[in-house]
């Protein structure tokens, strides 16, 4: 079980898929970003937070497309 700030609790959580991508931009070195798929279950507590999570996204990769969830009703 794991506590995610306050919008829910995730269970049965694992890693799916981990690897890195290389970002390239013409005049620009080339940047290495890390990258792991999860699947798991969860339980939304604070239903408004979670919206403004899914509509903005997460973390400080969001402007390289990542940060990004899909979330299938149960």
């Known amino acids: 079980l ?3 700030r306050g919008l829910g609790d ?11 991508e290389i970002l390239r931009k013409s005049g ?3 940047v290495k970003v890390v990258k792991a798929t999860f699947e798991g279950v969860l339980t939304v507590v604070d239903e408004d937070k979670f919206k403004l999570l899914l509509e903005n996204g ?10 990004l969830m899909t979330v299938i009703p149960m």
């Not at 959580?13 to 981990?18: G, H, L, S, T």
């Not at 997460?58 to 940060?67: E, L, R, S, V």
């Open 2 to 4: 794991v506590r995610s």
């Open 10 to 20: 995730v269970y049965k959580r694992q890693i799916v898929e981990r690897g890195f």
């Open 28 to 30: 620009s070195k080339p």
């Open 58 to 67: 997460f973390g400080k990769k969001k402007a390289y497309g990542f940060g």
